[in-house]
C-alpha cells in the first residue's frame, strides 16, 4: 500500500467515482490505496447539505494545503497575549529575563501566560523573525546575539573623607533600608549632566540635572534629592573621589547623612550606582550633548528605569520596593 499523501489528481477521481455511487472500499481498490485512507479523506473534507453528502475535489485540496501550511506552526511567543505583552514591554525598554519574570509573577498559576526568557531571546535572534527587528530594543542592540574604565580619579584632597572600609557592615549586606550611592553622569565636554543617587536595597535612582560638574551643583543636586525623603530613608551616601564630592561635609551637617568615599579607580565598590549610570547611558549615551535635555524629559526616562520589574527584587519594581520600605519610615 502507499503511504504519501493523497493528490489532487487522486481527489478528483475520488469525486468522481463518489458521485456515481462507488463504495469506499472499490474506490480504495481502484486508487491503490487503503479503505481507510479513503474513508478518513471523505470524512475530514465531505459535507452534508441538504440531506445529501457531498464531496468536492477543489475544497478538499485546498482544506488539505490549508492545514499542511499550519503544520507544525506555533502561535509566536506561545500565544496572542503573551506576545503582545512581551513586544510592548520590550518597546518600553524591559530585557527578556524582567519579562519572563513579571509574568510568572503576575500569572504564577497559570502557565499559558508564562515564558522563558530564552525562548523570547531565541524569537529576537530568530532570522524568520529578522524583518521585526526587536534586537533594536534590547539594550545593546545587536543584531547577533552573542555570549556571555571609570573616570579619573581627581587629585585635590577631599578633607575628612571617610573610607568605604569603614563603612558599617549592615550596609554591605544591603539589610537596611535608606543607603544610597551617588555619582555623576557627564555630558558632551564634562561641562554639564546628571547628579544621580541610587539607594541600595529598593535600586530606585534618583536624577538631578546639573550645569556644571561642580561640588556646589552636585550638593545643591544632592540635597533636592534628600530634603524630600524622611530621615530614616536617608541614612548614607557612599561617593567616588570627583571633584564634585568635597562638599560632602554639608550633608552630614545639614541633613545627618553619613558620607562614605570608595578606593580610588574601584568603581565596583559602588557597584549599583554604575549599573543605574549604565542604564542612563542607554538613553543618553557618551558624548552626547546634555545641555538641551531637560529635567522632564530626564524624568521620564527615570519612570521608565524605576518602574521595570528586576530579578534581584524578584521581579518586582524598584518603585514597589522603595515605597514598601518607605512607608515604614515616614517621619
Known amino acids: 500500500m502507499k503511504h504519501n499523501k493523497l493528490s489532487s489528481k487522486e481527489r478528483d477521481k475520488i469525486a468522481l467515482l463518489k458521485a456515481k455511487g462507488v463504495s469506499v472500499s472499490e474506490i480504495a481498490e481502484r486508487l491503490v ?21 457531498k464531496y468536492e475535489a477543489i475544497s478538499a485540496q485546498e482544506e488539505y494545503e490549508l492545514r499542511k501550511s499550519k503544520a507544525g506552526r506555533r502561535e509566536p511567543l506561545k500565544n496572542d497575549f503573551v506576545y503582545s505583552y512581551t513586544i510592548d514591554k520590550l518597546r518600553s525598554g524591559w530585557a527578556p529575563e524582567q519579562i519572563s519574570g513579571r509574568l510568572k509573577l503576575e500569572h ?9 526568557y530564552e525562548t523570547i531571546y531565541q524569537y529576537i ?39 568605604i572600609h569603614l563603612r558599617p ?22 561641562k554639564d549632566g546628571f547628579h544621580t543617587e541610587v539607594e541600595r536595597l529598593s535600586r530606585i535612582t534618583f536624577a538631578i540635572k546639573v550645569k556644571s560638574i561642580s561640588s556646589m551643583e552636585a550638593l545643591k ?3 533636592e534629592i534628600f530634603t524630600e525623603l524622611p530621615s530614616k530613608a536617608r541614612i548614607s551616601v557612599t561617593l567616588d573621589n570627583g571633584r564634585e564630592n568635597h562638599l560632602h561635609q554639608v550633608l552630614k551637617k545639614d541633613l545627618g547623612i553619613d558620607t562614605y ?34 529635567q522632564e524629559e530626564l524624568d521620564e526616562v527615570l519612570w ?15 518603585l514597589e520596593v522603595f515605597n514598601y520600605y518607605l512607608s515604614k519610615c515616614s517621619d
Open 33 to 53: 490505496r487503503s479503505k481507510s485512507t479513503i474513508s478518513d479523506e471523505l470524512n475530514r473534507n465531505g459535507h452534508w447539505e441538504g440531506g445529501e453528502f
Open 108 to 116: 504564577k498559576t497559570d502557565k499559558r501566560l508564562n515564558i522563558s
Open 125 to 163: 535572534f530568530n532570522p524568520k523573525n529578522i524583518r521585526e527587528r526587536l534586537w533594536e530594543y534590547l539594550p545593546r542592540h545587536r543584531k547577533k546575539r552573542k555570549q556571555k574604565g571609570g573616570r579619573k580619579v581627581h587629585k585635590g584632597k577631599i578633607e575628612n573623607r571617610i573610607s
Open 169 to 190: 557592615k549592615s550596609i554591605d549586606k544591603r539589610k537596611e533600608f535608606g543607603h544610597f550611592e551617588g555619582d555623576t553622569v557627564e555630558g558632551l565636554g564634562h
Open 221 to 223: 543636586a544632592q540635597k
Open 261 to 294: 568615599f570608595a578606593d580610588p579607580y574601584s568603581s565596583w565598590q559602588r557597584g549599583t550606582n554604575e549599573y543605574h549610570n549604565g542604564l542612563l547611558r542607554r538613553y543618553f549615551p557618551k558624548k552626547t550633548n546634555l545641555t538641551d535635555v531637560t
Open 304 to 318: 521608565e528605569i524605576n518602574n521595570r520589574p528586576r530579578k534581584v527584587l524578584k521581579y518586582q519594581t524598584p
